[in-house]
């Protein structure tokens, strides 16, 4: 197999040229290749079999050790005015970039297969679709991008049909993380990756395609790339309505995103759309619909067990590759809160000793199809995706943020996206529990200075009179005692139910000076097993906290200077306001 694309196949001979693979192989994506493939590493040790006869097709990747996260200390957006990529990115002029990077790429693929992967982020046959296609000499980045995205030979019909795509350039490298880069041309629709194998810095559809060049593109092009889970929540009338949430990081997405409702609540259903991706679009009639760029899930392993997340539990019991979990002394896969089994070998591969630390590293992960999720929703393969009644940005913070409160209308709602803040999480090297600025979840992925992002947002007020409502919510919330005030999970649907009420017009609502916050009688608490006054504490707005918070975000929005959109500034100023009056 090759290409009639010229584009194409001169790409692929430089990239030969420069990087000297012993073999070039084009995927097609079969099941026959993926099979030759994961034979091929298991005789090379990239992967091990789980035990087969419980784990069926289960599959063990352990990486470096210093390669287990994203690097976002690593990673440029090399936009030509460096003022384009903003402070909220590393920035390294083009031509530098190119240079500093294409010398590591020299012979970076001797004794190598390079392997070329056309894919399709979004339904094969969806207008709203993006296409790319990345070079890697990883066999594991071709199984996982094989389950990612939608691979092979009817994404290069659709690019040899339109002829634009995203290039992705990956290799492996020698993993010194001293020659380790992530560099996006987002004007030469172009990625380059070297030096890392795992998820975010390698799987390039994911966030350097789908989040950082998309977001970029999409600006262009009128529409939004975002770090949102998409959900469809259907009552015991049988109505849906879907919701796109924004979380960082390890916050949680994709145990929302499949969520199992609480006993309390028969006759809910809960349908998954996607964990981690959203592209958002505006239709003829000004409704904004959502699809999932990507068909699988990457998702973090500790604490999945049948109690939190029973359907991803039951998902990830077969065809699902794992990286960095340890293993039982029967070959199991094994982390941090299963609740099941012992560990014998650690994510090392070594001997479990407690004293070591975790057994299954923190972000270790696991790689499965969407169609494996109990839950998922046919919908996915929705060409035009489905309509959204609201947006919900979060963070994790201890304090401060309360269970949920709307956005007074869509202007409001951007600057409470602007202004989300969240510990930090293992999902990315680095300290961890840190409270940091990650506007809309997008601080490491957009792809372009965040001030021209807000004024981007900003904008569909504009075009639209119907957009989706705009909330925010905390689960992490914790008492004085560092005990969580909220029991998350399933019960999180209690809070999605006032989300939709909202939208249909169902409660009133009490105004405070941040948005409107549910009355506690309209949160069902049926069955909810919290400590008595947990949801007052966890509906409650300390106005002398606000006032600090508020001071923070202004000092942060002011950072993007002369950028920074006028419009923002004054929904800013109507919140300082109004705490400055309130008690
Ligand atoms: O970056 S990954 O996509 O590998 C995981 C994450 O941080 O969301
Ligand atoms: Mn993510």
Same mark, same amino acid.
């Given at each position: ?11 692929? /001979? ?7 693979? /012993? ?16 034979? =091929? ?42 003022? /384009?990529?903003?402070?909220?990115? #590393? ?6 970039? #190119? ?19 056309? !894919? ?13 296609? =990345? ?33 992705? *350039? ?38 350097? #395609? ?31 309505? !879907? ?13 929302? +995103? ?28 000004? %409704? ?16 999945? &067990? ?7 539990? /039951?998902?990830? %019991? ?12 029967? $070959? %199991? ?22 004293? $070591?630390?975790?057994?299954? #590293?923190? &972000? ?8 494996? &999720? ?28 309360? *269970? ?48 021209? !992002? ?26 004085? $005692?560092?005990?969580? *005030? ?29 948005? !409107? *916050? ?15 006054? +947990? ?34 500034? =004054? ?13």
């Amino acid at each position: 197999m090759t290409t009639r694309l010229a584009a194409l196949a001169d790409w692929v /001979d430089s990239v030969a040229t420069l990087t000297k693979p /012993d073999q070039i192989h084009w995927c097609d994506g079969s099941d026959a290749e993926n099979q030759r493939l994961t034979e =091929e590493m298991l005789a090379s040790g990239v992967l091990s079999e789980l035990d087969q006869a419980t784990y069926p097709n289960c599959y063990l990747h352990l990486s470096d050790p210093s390669d287990v996260a994203r690097v976002e200390h690593l990673t440029f957006v090399c936009t030509p005015e460096r003022d /384009d990529a903003g402070p909220n990115n #590393h920035w390294m002029a083009p031509a530098d970039a #190119h240079a500093k990077i294409d010398a590591l790429f020299d012979g970076a693929m001797r004794g190598r297969t390079l392997y070329v992967i056309p !894919y399709c982020m979004g339904p094969i046959d969806s207008p709203y679709a993006r296409l790319g296609v =990345e070079i890697t000499d990883s066999p594991y980045v071709v199984a996982n991008m094989r389950i990612m995205t939608r691979m092979g030979q009817p994404a290069l019909e659709r690019i040899e049909r339109e002829g634009s795509f995203v290039k992705g *350039l990956h290799s492996t490298g020698d993993l010194d993380p001293e020659k380790r880069f992530i560099m996006h041309f987002p004007d030469e629709l172009t990625i380059k990756s070297i030096g890392s194998g795992y998820g975010g810095n390698a799987l390039l559809g994911k966030k350097c #395609h789908a989040l950082r060049i998309a977001s970029y593109q999409a600006r262009e092009e009128g529409w939004l790339a975002e770090h949102m889970l998409i959900v469809g929540i259907e009552n015991p009338q049988g109505e849906t309505s !879907y919701v796109a949430c924004a979380f960082p990081s390890a916050c949680g997405k994709t145990n929302l +995103a499949m969520l199992i409702p609480p006993e309390s609540h028969p006759g809910w259903k809960i349908w998954t759309l996607g964990d981690d991706i959203a592209w958002l679009h505006l239709d003829d009639n000004g %409704q904004l619909r959502a699809i999932n760029p990507e068909s699988g899930y990457f998702g973090v392993v500790p604490g999945t &067990n049948a109690k939190t997340n029973k359907n991803a539990y /039951d998902m990830i %019991q077969s065809d699902t590759i794992f990286t960095n979990v340890a293993t039982t002394a029967d $070959n %199991q896969p094994w982390w941090e809160d299963k609740k099941e089994g012992e560990p014998a070998t650690d994510w090392h591969g070594k001997p479990y000793v407690a004293a $070591n630390g975790p057994a299954a #590293h923190p &972000n270790s992960r696991f790689t499965v199809s969407a169609t494996k &999720n109990p839950s998922y929703s046919s919908l996915a393969e929705a060409p035009d995706g489905v309509p959204l009644s609201a947006i919900v940005f979060g963070g994790r913070r201890k304090e401060l943020a309360p *269970l949920v409160y709307e956005a007074r209308d869509w202007r409001h709602g951007v600057l409470v996206g602007a202004g989300v803040a969240s510990e930090t999480t293992a999902a990315a090297t680095g300290a961890v529990g840190v409270v940091r600025r990650d506007p809309m979840a997008m601080k490491p992925f957009c792809g372009y200075n965040f001030a021209d !992002y807000w004024a981007h947002w900003l904008s569909f007020a504009d075009r639209s009179t119907k957009l989706p409502r705009v909330f925010h919510v905390n689960w992490f919330r914790q008492d004085e $005692n560092g005990k969580f *005030l909220w029991p998350g999970f399933g019960d999180n649907l209690r809070v999605l139910r006032w989300i939709i009420d909202r939208c249909e017009q169902r409660v009133e609502a009490n105004e405070t000076p941040i948005g !409107y *916050l549910p009355k506690p009688e309209d949160i069902d608490t049926s069955g909810l097993n919290i400590r008595e006054g +947990a949801l007052d504490a966890l509906l409650s707005v300390n106005a002398e906290q606000w006032r600090e918070e508020m001071t923070a975000v202004g000092e942060y929005l002011n950072s993007y200077g002369d950028r920074l959109p006028a419009a923002l500034k =004054e929904e800013h100023a109507k919140v300082t306001g109004a705490l400055a009056k309130s008690a």
